[in-house]
C-alpha cells in the first residue's frame, strides 16, 4: 500500500482544506511530521484511517465527531485520499453524519454520511461503490487489515506499545487477539467445555437406563428394589439381581421334573398306539404286495421288447458321430472353396500375366510389398518436416505482413502525436489562464446567497409587517371601544346608587347612608340601572383588549425590528438582483470548478501522451529487428523444402504421395496374404473330406447296418434312451420290491396275526396327552419367567458395562476442558489454549522484534517470551504470554516495568515494527510502501536518537515511505523532508517543505 495525496477540510483542528502531497514527502524515503502538541499530528493520521475505513482508531472514535470546531458553519467536512493498493489505483472521498444550518429559517438538518470510491482504469476514473458498507468492505478485502491491524501495522502507535510492554497477560492476550484474530482457539476451548457438559448429561442417561432395567426386574420377580445410593452405587444391583433370577429358576426346575413323569407316561401310551397303527399298517402292505405281483408277471414280453431297441440304440450310437463329422467336413469344403474363389478375385492383376495363383506365389508376392513399405517408412519423418516447413513459411509470412501493418501504423503515430502534443500544451496553457482563487468565488457566492436569502425576508417580513399594523389598529379600536363601555357602565351605576341603596332598605333597619330607621322618602330609579355585576363584566372586557392591544404592538415592533435587520443584510438589493447575482457568482464558480479540472485532465492527458511517443518509437525499432529475423528464417526454410520435395518425390513414384504410396502397397500385401491363406485353408479341408467319409462307412459296416439310413432309424437320444432305460429299471425295481416284500418275515408275522382294537388305544392316548399338557404350561410360565430375569439380568449387566464408557468419556473430556481452559492441574504452567496460540504468536514478534532493538539499544537490550504469569496476577489461566529485557551488560533478565522513558520507548518501538511485520505476513504478505511512527522520541539522548533513526532508515528499503510524527525539534535537523503542523485561534494549517 502506498499513500500519493491526502486531501482534508473541516476536519478536526483543519477548519480549511488542507492538502498533503504524500509522493513528494516520500521521495527521500524518511520524513517528519511534526508541529506543537495539540496541532493536529495524529488528526493528519486519523483522515487516512477514516478514508479508508470511515472510522478514526481508538477512542478518538467515540470521544467527539471529527468535524472541525473551527470550520464554518456550512462547511462540508470531507477527507479524499488517492492510495495504490494491491495495484490498483483507488480515490476514496468520505464525509462524516454532520449538522449543517437550515437553507431556510434557523436550526440545522442531519447530513447522512457519504462516500465516492473511484479507481483508474486504462487513465480514467471509474466509481466503484458510493455506499459506506460496501467501501468500508472493499478496503478491507483488497488490503487484507482491519482497522485496528492497519493501525497497528501502518501506524504504529508507540503509547499504546509501551503499555504493551508492560501489560500483563490479560491485557496483552486483548491486543493480540485483536491483531491477529484467534477467536477460533476461544471457540474450540468453549466446545471442549460445552462437550464436557453434554457428555456428563449422557452418562446420567446411561445410568438411568441401568435403574429403568432394575425396576423391571422388581416388577417381573415381585421383588422390592434395594437401595442403590450408598457405597458401589448402581453395581451393587447385580447381586440382587442375580438372586431373583436363581429362586425363579429352582422352582422352575420342580415344575420341569412333574412335567417328565407326566409327559413319560403319556409316551407309554402314545408307543402302544404306535405299535398297535404299525401292525395293522404291516398286514396291509402285504396284501398289497401279493395283488401287484400278479399283475407284473403278466407283462414279461413288453420288458425284453425294451431290452432290443437299447442295444440297437448302443451301435448305432457309435457310428453317428462319424456320420455327423462326414457331413461336417463337406460344409467346410463348399466353404473353403468359396472363400477361396472369392479372395483370388480381388488379387487379379497383382500378379504377372500369366502366373499361376498358387500359394507360394501369392505369399512371394505379399512379401515383395512389405520390403518396399519398410523401405519407405523411413521416408515419413522426411514428409513429416516437410509439412511443417511450409505450415512455417506460411506462419512467417503472416507474421511478416502484420508485423509490417503494425510498424506502418506505429510510425504513422510518431507523426500525429508531436501535432497533437502541441495542440495539448495549447490548451493546458489556455485552462490554467482561466482558473483563478477559487476561495474567493467561493465566499462571493456564499455572501451572494446571504444577501439573497435576507432579501426574500425583507419581503415576507413586509407583508406580515402590514398584516401586524392592521390587527394593532383594530386591537387598539376594540381597546378604546371597551374602555368607553366600562366608564360608561360605571357613571350610569353611580348616577343610580341612590335607588340601588333605597332597594335594599326595610322598614325598622337603619339607613346604611344616615342611619335612621324611618324611610319617609326613599329614591325611586329611573329605567334599567346597571349592576355590581355588569361593571365587573365591562371591566375584564377592557383588560382583555388592552392586553390584545398590547400583544399586537410588540408584534409590530419585533417585525418592525426583523425586517429593519433582513433590509440591512440585503442593501438596496431587490430579491430578483440577488437571486441573479447568485446565479451569476454560481457561474463564476462553475467556471473556475470546470477550468480546475480541464488543467488536471489535460495534464494527465499531455503526461499520457508523452508516455505513448515514447512506446511508439521504441516498438518502431522492435518491429524493424522483427522483420529482419522473420526473412532471415523464411530463406533457410525454402532451401530446406527445396531438397526434402526432390527426395519424396523419387521415392513416391506415380502415387499422389508418400504416405498413399505406403497405403497402397500395405492393401496389396493385405489381399495377397488373405488370398494365399485362403488358398491354403481349402487344400486342407478337401484332405479332411475325404478322411471323414472313408471311416463312416467303415464305421457302418462295423456296426452291421446296411446304409447311413438304418443307421438314423436306430439311433435314440438321450432323452429317448433315458425313458426306455427308466421303464425297464421302474419294471425291475417294482417286481424286486413286491418279492421282497413277500418275503419279509415281519410282514409274513403280522399277516398271521389278528387286527388290532385302535380305537381304545386311541382314547388312552388322548386322556395321557391333556394332562401332560396341563403339566408343560405350568412350567412353561416358571420358565419364562425365569429366562426374562435372567435377560433382565444380562440387559442389567450390560446397561451398567455401557454407562461406564459414558462416566469415561466425560471424565476424558472434562480433563480435555480444563486442560484447554489453563486450569487442570496437569497444566502445570496455567496456559490457556488460546493463550499458547497468542504465545507462538507472541515468540515470532518478539524474534523479529530483537533484530531492531540491538541496533537500536547498542547490543545491550534483547526481549524474552516467558510463560511465566506476570508479578501480582493472580488469575488460574494467566501464563503464556509473559515478557522479560534481558540486559547483556548485567547478564540478567528484568521486568519491563523497570525500563527508563527512553529504554521504554525504543523496546516498544522495536515491539511495533516486529509486531508489524509478522501481522502483515499473517495478512497474506501485503506491501506497505508507507508506515508512520509516532511520538516517544523526545525520550531518548542523541546516541540512541541516531541508532533509532538509522533503524527507520532502513525501513526504506524496497521503496517504503517512513513518515515519523514528532515535536521534537531536534529531528529537524536530521530529517530534511517535513511537513509541519500549525496551530491557530482558527484552525491549525499544513506546509509541506
Known amino acids: 500500500m502506498r499513500l500519493h495525496t491526502l486531501t482534508i477540510q473541516a476536519f478536526g483542528p483543519f477548519a480549511g482544506t488542507e492538502t498533503v502531497d504524500f509522493d513528494r514527502l516520500g521521495d527521500g524515503g524518511l520524513f517528519l511530521i511534526h508541529g506543537p502538541t495539540g496541532a493536529g499530528k495524529t488528526s493528519i493520521l486519523d483522515a487516512v484511517c477514516f478514508a479508508l475505513y470511515g472510522r478514526v482508531p481508538g477512542v478518538r472514535e467515540a470521544a467527539r465527531s471529527p468535524r472541525s470546531n473551527h470550520a464554518p458553519p456550512g462547511r462540508r467536512p470531507e477527507v479524499g485520499l488517492e492510495v495504490t493498493i494491491g495495484g490498483r489505483r483507488l480515490h476514496i472521498t468520505r464525509s462524516p453524519a454532520w449538522d449543517r444550518p437550515k437553507k431556510r429559517g434557523s436550526g440545522h438538518t442531519e447530513e447522512k454520511a457519504k462516500v465516492a470510491v473511484t479507481e483508474l482504469v486504462e487513465g480514467e476514473w471509474r466509481g466503484l461503490t458510493s455506499r459506506p458498507d460496501e467501501a468500508g468492505q472493499l478496503v478491507a478485502d483488497i488490503l487484507g487489515l482491519s482497522l485496528p491491524q492497519f493501525c497497528q501495522i501502518v501506524l504504529l502507535p508507540q503509547g499504546e506499545f509501551a503499555r504493551f510492554l508492560r501489560a500483563g497477560a490479560q491485557e496483552r492476550r486483548e491486543s493480540l487477539e485483536r491483531i491477529f484474530n484467534t477467536g477460533v482457539f476461544t471457540q474450540v476451548e468453549e466446545w471442549l467445555a460445552e462437550h464436557a457438559r453434554a457428555l456428563g448429561r449422557a452418562a446420567s442417561e446411561a445410568e438411568n437406563a441401568a435403574i429403568r432395567v432394575a425396576d423391571l426386574i422388581a416388577e ?338 419585533s417585525l418592525t425590528e426583523r425586517c429593519a435587520a433582513a433590509k440591512a443584510t440585503a442593501g438596496e438589493m431587490t430579491g430578483e438582483e440577488a437571486r441573479e447575482l447568485v446565479a451569476e457568482r454560481q457561474d463564476a464558480l462553475d467556471r473556475v470548478d470546470a477550468a480546475t479540472a480541464e488543467v488536471s485532465g489535460l495534464s494527465e492527458r499531455l503526461a499520457e501522451v508523452d508516455a505513448e511517443l515514447e512506446v511508439a518509437r521504441s516498438r518502431d525499432g522492435e518491429l524493424s529487428r522483427e522483420l529482419a529475423e522473420v526473412a532471415e528464417r523464411r530463406a533457410a526454410s525454402e532451401r530446406e523444402v527445396a531438397r526434402l520435395t526432390e527426395t519424396l518425390d523419387t521415392a513416391r513414384g506415380t502415387d499422389p504421395d508418400l504416405a498413399a504410396r505406403i497405403t497402397r502397397l500395405g492393401g496389396e500385401a493385405e489381399l495377397l496374404g488373405a488370398a494365399a491363406e485362403a488358398v491354403e485353408q481349402r487344400g486342407i479341408a478337401a484332405e479332411e473330406a475325404r478322411d471323414a467319409e472313408r471311416q463312416a462307412r467303415q464305421a457302418e459296416s462295423e456296426g452291421g447296418f446296411a446304409d447311413a439310413a438304418a443307421v438314423w432309424a436306430a439311433d435314440r437320444d ?169 540486559d547483556a551488560w548485567t547478564g540478567q533478565e528484568r521486568d519491563p516495568a523497570t525500563l527508563s522513558g527512553g529504554e521504554t520507548f525504543i523496546g516498544s518501538l522495536a515491539l511495533a515494527l516486529g509486531l508489524g511485520d509478522v501481522a502483515g505476513a499473517e495478512a497474506g504478505g501485503a506491501d506497505m510502501n508507507t508506515l508512520f511512527v509516532d511520538e516517544g522520541f523526545g525520550s531518548l539522548d542523541e546516541d540512541t536518537l541516531e541508532e533509532v533513526l538509522d533503524v527507520l532508515d532502513k525501513l526504506r528499503d524496497g521503496g517504503r515511505a517512513v513518515g515519523v510524527v514528532s515535536h521534537v525539534a531536534d529531528l529537524r535537523s536530521r530529517i530534511t523532508t517535513r511537513l509541519t503542523v500549525r496551530k491557530t485561534a482558527a484552525g491549525s494549517h499544513l506546509e509541506q517543505v
Open 220 to 557: 417381573v420377580g415381585s421383588s422390592p428394589l434395594p437401595a442403590h445410593d450408598g457405597p458401589g452405587g448402581l453395581d451393587a444391583l447385580l447381586p440382587w439381581a442375580a438372586e431373583a433370577a436363581s429362586v425363579t429358576s429352582a422352582t422352575a426346575h420342580d415344575a420341569a421334573q412333574v412335567s417328565a413323569a407326566l409327559a413319560a407316561e403319556r409316551d407309554r401310551a402314545r408307543s402302544a398306539l404306535e405299535d398297535a397303527r404299525a401292525l395293522a399298517e404291516r398286514q396291509q402292505r402285504h396284501a398289497d404286495a401279493s395283488r401287484r405281483h400278479t399283475e407284473l408277471t403278466g407283462a414279461a414280453a413288453e420288458r425284453r421288447a425294451l431290452d432290443t431297441e437299447l442295444a440297437d440304440a448302443d451301435r448305432a450310437a457309435r457310428v453317428v458321430p462319424l456320420l455327423r463329422t462326414e457331413e461336417y467336413r463337406r460344409t467346410r469344403l463348399d466353404k473353403a472353396d468359396q472363400d477361396a474363389a472369392e479372395r483370388l478375385s480381388l488379387v487379379e492383376g497383382l500378379l504377372p500375366d500369366g502366373a499361376e495363383a498358387a500359394a507360394g506365389r501369392l505369399r512371394a508376392a505379399e512379401r515383395e510389398r512389405r520390403d518396399e513399405i519398410a523401405r519407405l517408412e523411413h521416408l515419413r519423418g522426411d514428409a513429416d518436416r516437410l509439412a511443417e516447413l511450409t505450415k512455417g513459411i506460411a506462419e512467417l509470412d503472416t507474421s511478416a505482413q502484420a508485423a509490417s501493418a503494425e510498424r506502418e501504423r506505429v510510425r504513422l503515430r510518431t507523426t500525429e502525436l508531436p501535432e497533437q502534443r502541441a495542440a495539448l500544451a495549447t490548451e493546458l496553457e489556455e485552462a490554467q489562464a482561466r482558473t483563478g482563487s477559487r476561495e474567493a468565488v467561493a465566499e462571493a457566492l456564499e455572501t451572494a446567497r446571504q444577501r439573497a436569502e435576507a432579501a426574500a425576508t425583507h419581503a415576507q417580513l413586509r407583508v406580515e409587517l402590514s398584516q401586524a399594523e392592521q390587527r394593532r389598529v383594530e386591537a387598539v379600536d376594540a381597546a378604546q371601544t371597551a374602555m368607553d363601555t366600562l366608564l360608561d357602565t360605571r357613571k350610569r351605576r353611580i348616577d343610580g346608587m341612590a335607588a340601588e341603596l333605597a332597594a335594599d332598605l326595610a322598614e325598622g333597619s337603619p339607613c346604611p347612608v344616615c342611619g335612621s330607621a324611618e324611610h319617609p322618602d326613599p329614591a325611586a330609579g329611573e329605567g334599567e340601572r346597571p349592576s355590581h355585576e355588569d361593571e365587573e363584566q365591562a371591566r375584564v372586557a377592557a383588560d382583555a383588549a388592552r392586553d390584545r392591544r398590547a400583544e399586537a404592538e410588540n408584534l409590530v415592533t
Open 718 to 886: 438321450d432323452e429317448q434312451r433315458a425313458a426306455i432305460h427308466e421303464r425297464a429299471r421302474a419294471h425291475d425295481d417294482e417286481m424286486a420290491a413286491v418279492r421282497a416284500t413277500l418275503t419279509d418275515p415281519d410282514l409274513t408275522a403280522a399277516a398271521e396275526r389278528p387286527a388290532p382294537d385302535l380305537g381304545g388305544l386311541a382314547d388312552a392316548f388322548d386322556a395321557a396327552e391333556q394332562a401332560a399338557e396341563h403339566a408343560v404350561s405350568w412350567h412353561d410360565r416358571l420358565a419364562q419367567r425365569a429366562s426374562r430375569l435372567a435377560g433382565l439380568r444380562s440387559e442389567l449387566g450390560t446397561a451398567l458395562a455401557d454407562s461406564r464408557p459414558a462416566r469415561e468419556r466425560h471424565a476424558v473430556a472434562e480433563g480435555l476442558a480444563r486442560l484447554a481452559a489453563g486450569t487442570s492441574a496437569d497444566n502445570r504452567q496455567n496456559v490457556r489454549l488460546s493463550a499458547y496460540v497468542l504465545a507462538a504468536k507472541l515468540e515470532q514478534v518478539v524474534a523479529a522484534a530483537n533484530d531492531r532493538l540491538a541496533t537500536m539499544s547498542g547490543g545491550r537490550y534483547e526481549l524474552r517470551h516467558t510463560v511465566d504469569k506476570a508479578a501480582g496476577d493472580r488469575s488460574r489461566s494467566g501464563g503464556g504470554l509473559g515478557l522479560r529485557v534481558l
